[in-house]
């Protein structure tokens, strides 16, 4: 069972689910809200996963 909210991600576009999983989170919460482990939560991967996409946060969001 996932939390409301959450965008899923099961073995598909990483990057993508990232994306969508900061614009949730911003959207929620402004950008105080964001950072790449609340992302990395959000979207249910290890708070290293998004790394292998963006090399840094800024690059997560300003996707």
């Known amino acids: 069972m996932t939390e409301p909210g959450r965008t899923s991600y099961h073995h ?3 990057a993508a689910a990232l994306v ?5 989170l911003i959207a929620e919460g402004g950008l105080a ?5 609340a992302v990395a939560r959000r ?3 290890s708070s290293a996963a998004p ?4 090399p840094d946060r800024d690059s997560l969001l300003a996707a």
């Open 20 to 24: 969508d999983g900061a614009l949730d």
């Open 43 to 45: 979207v249910g991967v």
């Open 33 to 37: 809200a964001f950072s790449v482990a």
């Open 51 to 54: 790394y292998r996409h963006f």
């Open 12 to 14: 598909g576009d990483l």
